[in-house]
């Protein structure tokens, strides 16, 4: 008891202080925005905020913007989880075969864009796909290989400018992706292999049957943090699109951006925040529940 005292003693300030930034950082952020979202919330004179109960929420449920924002934000999970998941297992598994050279080259060349500035690669794929003639997809679609008859406006329609934050953001997190599925990677017993081949399994089969059910850890952590990513997921579309055209393209990040600190109305913008953390809180309890209790197992 003495000893368990004396090393509770020795840890009590590094811990303390890992509470004290919690509190600060993130615990009273939380409960101020919650608060926040049941009133009509005055930022330069907060004594004379008026309370509206949930007429944020019914507001927000109501609002067809929302609607739209809240559609878009489940396309951009449904699209840029599974293909920042797939692509990225392809690369590892492809940079981890033996056969490859240079391994460390390859990935220092997947993980760049992880490591990259956001708004370096926004900027980036914004001018790729400028809407005249210059832009370089334009340039390559239409003159070097001429698959189209004349450019496309990539960010003055819907589609084309959902696709662009899509593709950015599919691009960006491969990295991340193979980083971890390489960390993986090197934990399943190479014994395991030689007895898939002794039997005659090889190539796809043994991924499935073998590599895929011993990543089921790793899968079920990837995919959470992707989830998560994409629900969060602010800065592409702030600065590539800003929400246009006509307001079609926002997320529900960037629309509770939009009336937080171009229209001040924080009550509104409160509300909207607290429904997408409910529904990220939702979505990624599931998936701990389904996969969550899986562990590696030889």
């Given at each position: 008891m003495r000893r368990a005292i004396r090393q509770y003693v020795q840890v009590a300030p590094y811990l303390t202080l890992g509470v004290l930034l919690t509190a600060v950082f993130v615990l009273y952020p939380l409960v101020k925005g919650i608060y926040i979202s049941f009133f009509e919330y005055k930022v330069l004179a907060p004594e004379l905020s008026l309370f509206v109960g949930f007429d944020n929420y019914a507001r927000a449920l109501q609002d067809p913007k929302v609607l739209i924002a809240l559609r878009n934000t489940v396309l951009f999970a449904l699209v840029t989880v599974p293909g920042q998941w797939l692509l990225g297992v392809i690369v590892a598994m492809m940079v981890?075969?033996?056969t490859i050279r240079f391994k460390l080259f390859f990935r220092f060349v997947y993980y760049l864009p992880v490591i990259s500035s956001w708004i370096v690669v926004s900027y980036l794929f914004k001018y790729l796909f400028s809407d005249s003639a210059s832009g370089m997809v334009n340039y390559l679609l239409v003159e070097l290989i001429p698959v189209l008859p004349a450019p496309v406006n990539w960010l003055q329609q819907t589609w084309t400018a959902n696709l662009v934050v899509w593709v950015?953001?599919?691009?960006k997190g491969i990295g991340w992706v193979?980083?971890?599925?390489?960390?993986?990677?090197?934990?399943?017993?190479?014994?395991?292999?030689?007895?898939?081949?002794?039997?005659?399994?090889?190539?796809?089969?043994?991924?499935?049957?073998?590599?895929?059910p011993l990543m089921k850890p790793m899968t079920t952590y990837v995919l959470i943090n992707l989830i998560i990513g994409s629900f969060q997921a602010f800065i592409q579309v702030f600065l590539i699109t800003e929400g246009g055209p006509m307001d079609s393209t926002h997320l529900l990040s960037t629309y509770m951006f939009r009336h937080a600190?171009?229209?001040?109305?924080f009550g509104y913008a409160s509300a909207i925040s607290v429904m997408m953390g409910l529904m990220i809180f939702v979505l990624t309890y599931s998936q701990q529940r389904t996969f969550g209790k899986d562990r590696i197992e030889y």
């Open positions: 981890n075969l033996r950015v953001s599919i691009w193979m980083i971890m599925y390489l960390a993986a990677l090197q934990s399943v017993p190479k014994s395991l292999y030689e007895a898939a081949s002794i039997d005659g399994a090889k190539g796809v089969r043994t991924f499935i049957h073998i590599t895929l600190f171009q229209f001040f109305d």
